[in-house]
């Protein structure tokens, strides 16, 4: 079975939208696995290439750098990747699969954002990425993302069968519940970390990710029946 369907599996977490040394640096202790560079000039927790890779370099190893796109160029993707090793590419606009793979060039490792509404087919569209290392899942807002809105968790459906990332305006309070309803493989959070756009605050991401921890735990007991 693939890890990501096991039942003991350790949720992971992301935080995006980081701008500054200290918050990279709080990000990590509080045990994030991964932390998001906005390298798309409309949002308003947008970092230069060269400030991206900066921040990137206080990352210690196993610890990914993500690095989030609206509808960029190929060149700016390359550019990107020699810029920061390991980039986990994130495509959160309107790129297509064929675009995601070019970007990609078949070496890169992608995920590839859906915009979570009513009557939205994700088990089709999930399905239309094959080469996406995950799909995930954000609220469909105005504008692209980043919005701290959560959309309703009843519309994912079972049967994905790819590793799924939860976003979408979680926050300390009501991640274990997201974590408990949807089961995904990673949760990632932005807004509900926040104090300012782009600006974290440490003890909440330090309380994100506890709560992240604690609803393992309870997982974990529910499915031995406890
Ligand atoms: O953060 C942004 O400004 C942003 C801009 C454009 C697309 C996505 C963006 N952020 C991503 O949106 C989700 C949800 O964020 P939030 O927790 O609801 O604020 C997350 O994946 C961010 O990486």
């Known amino acids: 079975m693939p890890a990501f369907l096991s039942r003991a599996a350790r949720t992971r977490i992301k935080i ?29 927790r947008h970092v230069t290439l060269a400030r991206a890779a900066e921040l990137a370099r206080r990352l210690p190893p196993f610890v990914m750098p993500v690095g989030l796109f609206v509808n960029a160029t ?37 995920m590839r954002a859906a915009r979570m509404k009513p009557g939205f087919d994700l088990l089709d569209f999930a399905q239309s990425y094959p080469n996406a290392q995950a799909i995930l899942l954000d609220a469909h807002v105005e504008g692209y993302g980043g919005g701290g809105k959560v959309f309703d968790w009843s ?37 509900g970390v926040e104090v300012g756009k782009g600006l974290k605050d440490a003890e909440l991401m330090r309380r994100f990710c506890e709560a992240v921890r604690e609803a393992d735990a309870r997982r974990a007991d529910a499915d031995r029946g406890e």
């Open 16 to 44: 995006c939208g980081l701008t500054r040394e200290a918050d990279v640096d709080a990000a990590v202790e509080a045990g994030a696995d991964a932390v998001g560079f906005v390298l798309w000039s409309g949002s308003a």
């Open 74 to 110: 190929p060149p700016e993707i390359d550019a990107a990747c020699t810029a920061i090793p390991n980039l986990l590419l994130q495509f959160h606009g309107d790129e297509t699969p064929a675009q995601c793979d070019a970007a990609s060039t078949g070496r890169r490792p992608y």
């Open 155 to 191: 519309l994912v459906p079972s049967g994905v069968l790819r590793p799924v990332v939860l976003s979408g305006g979680l926050s300390p309070a009501n991640v274990i519940d997201g974590v408990l309803r949807v089961r995904p493989w990673a949760v990632d959070v932005s807004s």
